[in-house]
Nanobody, 125 residues
Framework: QVQLVEHGGGLVQAGGSLRLSCAAS????????MGWFRQAPGKERVFVAA????????SHADSVKGRFTISRDNAKNTVYLRMNSLKPEDTAVYYC??????????????????WGQGTQVTVSS
């Protein structure tokens, strides 16, 4: 089993920044596609960003383009989500996810087999 652990959530004022990280277990992280999803209170879980196994290709939801950036460091078995210019509507629990076949970034939650526990991001107005 692959274990994913998120860090970096917290409370931030609108316009501020946070960087989330997700550390994965195992020795084959470089073969995993990774994604970030979020779920706001009373809302469905939605796609935020994804990155392919090499880091050469990324995808970001329209709602976060230009503000959020996904990246990965395969030497550290870690994927990151840099969040800038945060808005109150970004408030959600953020989840990282992994899939074992991802030559291209995957944007559909059902494609991911492994999920972290989530980390709360709260943006105050």
């Amino acid at each position: 089993q692959v274990q994913l652990v998120e860090h970096g959530g917290g409370l931030v004022q609108a316009g501020g920044s946070l960087r989330l990280s997700c550390a994965a277990s195992g020795r084959t992280f470089s073969s995993y596609g990774m994604g970030w999803f979020r779920q706001a209170p009373g809302k469905e879980r939605v796609f935020v960003a994804a990155i392919n196994w090499s880091g050469s290709s990324t995808s970001h939801a329209d709602s976060v383009k230009g503000r959020f950036t996904i990246s990965r460091d395969n030497a550290k078995n870690t994927v990151y989500l840099r969040m800038n210019s945060l808005k109150p509507e970004d408030t959600a629990v953020y989840y990282c996810a992994a899939k074992l076949w991802a030559p291209s970034p995957a944007v559909v939650a059902d494609e991911y087999a492994y999920w972290g526990q989530g980390t709360q991001v709260t943006v105050s107005s």
